[in-house]
């Protein structure tokens, strides 16, 4: 087997890599160890968010990334599930309320529209919401997706040849250069790597010479049944304003902050938890308590829900919390595309694009410095 380039790890921002690299003409292996999409894209709640962002260059990629989106939909279509539903940035304690009038505005000079509402405006705008609040901010364009049915539409470009099943144990390089990936089947040749692993990708790229400090950060979500779904308890995706600073921590403990919204069916999802554990995804009963339960405080109508499952998943994330997209210098034609944390599906597909702009020699959307994969050194 061979390609120009093998991109490894299947998830959405190796599909969308692949896509958009196929559609320049460039030939492409995609490799998992399990299925399209088979992994951490499909384990959080699908949405695509401006509401949680700050002023910077995740933002700047976000707000490409949104628009994106438009493109998607037309190309995937129905199978996509894209509710355009907006998102809710909500405000029970005064000291995230405070801050909130500033931050919008940043947002505002970096092209997402938003506005500020005052606690009748939100519980018009959210019935269920009728907990204690100081007032909102409410993002009207954010939405909630069907990743793994855009990311399997993404892998299924006719240029795209999809190999799943297949563990890669290295990057093969010879005298400085990228020669391939290693299998347990053997070498896969290619002039060029890139690897979107997710939380699974340090130690590729360690094996062709780059460090990156990439660890995995547990997060746990509950499901809520609704008994009869329609009319939607919830309109809008629901944030507890504290949980920016729970996304924006460096501790590796257990933090907890409240999101909320529905599912394609009309049932509840409730979380957010944030932890550093390795690669433990077991189920907390403890830290689903905890999350109900705030979730409860804000939305007392879901107390009284049965809950209908719970589970664990991983987010690839990096120490200044931005994603690694580019070439790194570790090894002519190593291509890194990884660490968005809990943004996959925000940035995966217009990562997809930047990166093969930059492989292409185009110029791309934005300027790919701040994401450099070698900015923690050697």
Not at 59 to 84: K, N, Q
Not at 101 to 120: K, Q, S, T, W
Not at 140 to 148: E, F, H, N, S, T
Not at 305 to 331: F, K, M, T, V
Request: hydrophobic residues 45%; glycine residues 12%; charged residues 25%.
């Amino acid at each position: 087997m061979s390609a120009d380039v093998v991109v490894v790890g299947a998830g959405i921002v190796g599909a969308a890599t692949a896509w958009e690299l196929a559609a320049r003409g460039v030939a492409v292996r995609l490799l998992d160890r399990g299925d399209v999409a088979g992994g951490t894209t499909g384990l959080g709640e699908g949405n695509v968010l401006c509401s949680d962002k700050d002023a910077g260059p995740e933002l700047e990629l976000t707000v490409h990334g949104l628009a994106l989106y438009d493109e998607l939909e037309e190309r995937v279509g129905a199978a996509a599930r894209i509710r355009r539903k907006g998102a809710l940035i909500v405000h029970p304690d005064a000291g995230t309320w405070a801050g909130e009038p500033a931050r919008l505005e940043r947002l505002r000079r970096a092209g997402v529209r938003g506005e500020l509402l005052a606690p009748d405006a939100v519980r018009e705008a959210e019935p269920a919401l009728t907990g204690p609040l100081h007032g909102a901010s409410r993002f009207p364009a954010d939405l909630q997706c069907d990743p793994r049915a855009i990311a399997r539409s993404l892998a299924a470009h006719p240029g795209v040849a999809v190999t799943t099943g297949c563990r890669v144990e290295g990057v093969e390089v010879a005298r400085g250069r990228v020669a391939g990936v290693r299998t347990a089947e053997g070498l896969v040749a290619a002039g060029a790597v890139v690897l979107a692993a997710g939380p699974w990708t340090a130690p590729l790229a360690a094996s062709a010479g780059l460090r990156l400090p990439l660890e995995p950060r547990k997060g746990q979500l509950v499901r809520l049944r609704v008994p009869d779904p329609q009319p939607r308890l919830i309109r809008h995706k629901v944030v507890d304003g504290s949980y920016l600073d729970s996304v924006a921590s460096a501790e590796a403990g257990l933090e907890l902050s409240t999101v909320v919204e529905t599912t394609w069916e009309g049932h509840v999802l409730v979380g957010s938890s944030r932890e550093r554990r390795g690669f433990d995804t077991a189920v907390d009963a403890a830290v689903s308590d905890a999350l109900v339960a705030r979730a409860a405080r804000l939305m007392p109508a879901l107390a009284g829900l049965e809950r209908d499952a719970a589970w664990a998943g991983l987010r690839p994330w990096l120490p200044d919390h931005l994603p690694a997209i580019g070439p790194s210098e570790a090894a002519e034609g190593l291509w890194v595309a990884t660490g968005h944390e809990g943004a996959g599906v925000a940035l995966g597909p217009v990562t997809g694009r930047v990166l093969a702009q930059a492989y292409c020699g185009e110029s791309p959307l934005v300027d790919l410095a701040p994401f450099d994969p070698d900015r923690f050194g050697p």
